[in-house]
C-alpha cells in the first residue's frame, strides 16, 4: 500500500502535532503547572501517525496511560487536552479524568487508561458492535510490550480471532515496561510470535520509520474492514523521555548510549529526511509545519490557563447518565 | 502475639523507610521470604519500598515479575500453600481488579475449602489513596472489597511505627494479610525503632484519648481526625480519637469501651461513605452499645463518585479534618 504525497504530508503533520505537543507538555509537568502523572510519547510518533491515517472518525482506537500521542494523531484538538491536563473545566473530560483518562468519543477515541491491559477487550467490544451493525468500521488497540503481559490482552485476542472481529491490535514495544526491560519480563522477543497461538497473523514493524507502519497498518486494517478477522502488528519503538514525565524518577534503568543510539532513528527526522529528499515537502514546508503547530500548542496551552477549574457543584454530575 | 516493643530509640524514620525496614528485617528474619512484584526489584517500587533490597538479597528473592497481576498473585497463593512465605507487592490496589480471582476465590478461601490442610502465610502490600491527582484508577481506598472475604486479614498503618511492626507482623502470620498502604502518608516522619518489632493484628490504639465523643478511624485519616479533635476542643469537646489500624480483625472492644464513656461517636475514613467499613462499624456500634448512645453513629467518607483528577475538586472529594470538624458539630450541635 504505497502512500501517496498527500498521505505522507498528512502523516508528517501528525507526527510534529504530537512531538511538539508533547514536548511543551513535558515542559509544563516539571514547571509544576500539570498535576499528577503524564506518560509522554515521544520517539514513538510513527506508529500513532501511521496507523490512525487510515482510520475515520467512525473508527474506534483504544489507548494506553501513554495516550496523547493517539489522541492526536486521532484529530484530537489541543485546547481540549491541555484544558484536560491541567484540570480545567473545558477539557476533554471536564477535568475530571486528566491525561490517564483522556478520551474523545466523537471521533472514537475510547480512552487512554490507566490499567495496564485494559484497552483490548474494550476494543474487542467496539469491534463486536462494528461487525453487529456490519457499520464497515475497525477498532484499533494500542497495548505495550509490558501490557502484553497481563492476562487481559490474550483473552482478547482469542476472542478477536475466534469471532473474527474487524480489530487490530498494535503493540507498541518499546523496550520496556515502566523501568523493566523487555528481557526481564518475558521470554521472547517478538510479541507478534504469540499471534500464531491467537490464531491471527503477526507482524513485526519497525515503529521509527513511518511509512513502513503506515504499510504494515494499512494492510492490517484492510483485511479487518473486509471480514478477514484481526492482526497483531507490533511496532518496534523506543520512547525517549522517561517513564513519568521527561527525567521521570530519575532512575538509572537504561544506557544513555542506547537511548542515544534511538535518538539518531528520531521518527520524524527520519521521515522529513525522505520527505525532502524525494521532494515531497521543502525544508521550508517543514518549517512552516512545526511553526504552525507550534503556534497552535501555545494557543493551545492559552486556553487552558484561561479556562476555569471545574466548581466542586459539579463533583457528583455524570457518575450516571 | 505480644506487642514486643524494644526500647524506643529517639529516631525518626518516614513512613516509606519505615516500609523498607520492615521488608529488611522479614527477609532477614525468614529464609523462606520473597518479594515479588511489578518493579520491585531493580527499581525498588515506584514508591521506593524496596531500595537496597535486591542489592542485599538477591534477585532470587526481590523479584521483578511481568505486569500481570493475576499470576502475581497465583505464585503468591501457590508457594505460600507449599511452603514459602511470599510477600507479594500489587502496586496500586486499584489494580487488584486484575487479581481479584486469585484474592477472593483462591488466597481467600483455600485454607476452608480445604478443610484445614493448607494455610496461606502470605503478605500483600499494595497503595490506597487520593490526594496526588493520579484521577479514578490510581487513587482508590478499596479495602471494603477485602475486609468482605471471609480468610483474609487487612491493616491499614497510619504511622510508620505502624507500618514497620504491622508488616513485620504480617509477615508471621500465617495467614493472608493484605497490608494496605497510603501514598500521601509516604513522607510522613514518625519514631521507629531500629529493631524488629511487631504491632499486633487485630488491636486498636487510642492515640487521643478524650471523654465527650469518640472517633473511630484508620490509615491516614487518623492524622485529620486528631486535628478535628484539636479543633473540637477548643469548642468544649474533648474526643477520643480510636486508630483501628485493624480492619480485618477488628478490635470491637476498644470501640465499644470507648462509646460507652463518651455516648457519641462518628466514623471516618478516606473510602466512599457508602458500603464502606463506617457502616459495619457504625453497626456493631449499635448493636453492643444502643443503650449508651445519646446520638446516632456518624459516619464520614467519600462521596458516591469515582475520585475526580482536578486538584480542586478532588480536594472536595477526600474527607478532611474541616469536614470532620463540620459534621461533628452537627451531630453534637457545639
Ligand atoms: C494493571 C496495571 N498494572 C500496573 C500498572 C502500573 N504501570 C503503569 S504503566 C506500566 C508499564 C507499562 O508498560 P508498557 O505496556 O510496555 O507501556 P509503556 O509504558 O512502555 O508505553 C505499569 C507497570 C498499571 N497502571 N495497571
Ligand atoms: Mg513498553
Redesign the pocket.
Known sequence: MQPSDDVLRDIHRRMVRIRIFEQEAGKLMEAGKIPGAL?LYVG?EAVAAGVMVHLSDADQITS???GHGHLIAKGGEFHKMFAEIFGRVDGYCKGKGGSMHISDMQIGMLGAN?????GPPIAVGAAFTNKFKKSGNVAVSF??????N?GSVHEAANMAALYKLPIVFIC???????Y?PQAHHQAIVDVADRARGYGMPGVVVDGMDAVAVYEAAGEAIKRARAGEGPTLLECKTY?FFD?VGVRGMGLSYRSDDELAKWQQRDPITLFEATLIEQNIVSAEEAKVVHDKVEAEVQAGIEFAEASPMPDPAALLDDVYK | MAESKTQPEARELTYVAAINEAVRAVLTEQPDAFVAG??VAGAGS?FGYYKGLLEEFGAERVIDTP?S?EGIVGLGVGAAATGLRPIIDI??M??M??CMDEITNQMAKMRYMFGGTAYLPITVLTMSGAGISMAA??SQSLEAWLCHLPGLKVVMPATPYDAKGLIISASRDDNPVFVVLNKMSLGMKGEVPEDSYTVPIGEASIVRPGENFTIVTYSRMVHESVKAAEALSSLGVETEVVDLRSLQPLDTNVVIESVKRTHRAMVVHEAVRFGGMGGEIAAQIQELAFDYLDAPVARVGAPFSPVPFSPQLEQSYIPNADKIVAEARTLLDV
Open positions: 506518560h514513538e494506553t496511560h501513554r490507566g490499567i495496564v491491559g485494559a497495548f505495550g510490550d509490558g501490557a502484553s497481563e507498541e514495544n518499546n523496550g520496556y515496561g515502566e523493566t520512547r517513564h | 511489578e518493579d515506584v505486569i497481576e502496586m496500586f486499584d489494580f481488579g486484575e484508577q490510581h
